[in-house]
C-alpha cells in the first residue's frame, strides 16, 4: 500500500458567513479588541453586505448603527427603528445579545429558529464582536447575521 503526501495543505472555505467574520477578527484581534477602522479595513468581500457596526456609546434605547451592509440595510429602511408599528426582523433578532458581546468582551455566536412578526419562520446565525477605540472599553458591535425562510 502507498500513501501519498500531498506538497501543499488543503484549503477548505469556510461555508458559514458568521465562522468566516470571526475567523477574520480573531486573526486582527490577536489577544486584544482591535479598533473599528481595523475591522472596517478587513477585506470582506460580498460578506460585508450582511455585516454591521452599532456604536454603543451613541445607542439609549435603540441601537445606533453606523455602519449596515446593503442585504441588511432593507430591513431598516422597511422597518424604521423608531416606527412603534414595526415588525421584528432578523436584525432585531440579531442584534439582541449585544449587551453580552460588550460585557464579555468576547465574540457571541447566535443562531435559531425564530418567528418574526409577519408570522414568517427563518433559520438564522448571527455573530456579535466587540471593538474598541481605545483598546480598554468597547465602545462598537461589529456584527453579521443572515438567514433564510422556513
Request: glycine letters at 6%; hydrophobic letters at 45%; aromatic letters at 6%.
Given at each position: 500500500m502507498q500513501i501519498e503526501v500531498?506538497?501543499?495543505?488543503?484549503?477548505?472555505?469556510e461555508r458559514r458567513l458568521t465562522e468566516r467574520i470571526r475567523l477574520k477578527?480573531?486573526?486582527?484581534?490577536?489577544?486584544r479588541i482591535p479598533s473599528l477602522r481595523e475591522v472596517e479595513d478587513l477585506n470582506l468581500g460580498l460578506d460585508r453586505e450582511y455585516c454591521f457596526a452599532v456604536d454603543l456609546r451613541l445607542s439609549d434605547i435603540l441601537p445606533y448603527f453606523i455602519f449596515m451592509g446593503e442585504q441588511l440595510s432593507r430591513y431598516a429602511a422597511l422597518y424604521p427603528m423608531d416606527d412603534p408599528h414595526r415588525e421584528k426582523t432578523l436584525l432585531d433578532t440579531a442584534i439582541a445579545k449585544m449587551d453580552e458581546a460588550a460585557l464579555t468582551r468576547q465574540p457571541v455566536t447566535y443562531s435559531a429558529i425564530t418567528r418574526l412578526s409577519a408570522g414568517k419562520r427563518i433559520g438564522f446565525r448571527s455573530i456579535l464582536l466587540p471593538v474598541s477605540e481605545d483598546g480598554l472599553y468597547v465602545s462598537h458591535i461589529f456584527g453579521a447575521a443572515k438567514g433564510k425562510g422556513l
Open positions: 500531498l506538497d501543499k495543505p488543503v484549503r477548505v472555505t477578527w480573531a486573526r486582527l484581534a490577536d489577544g
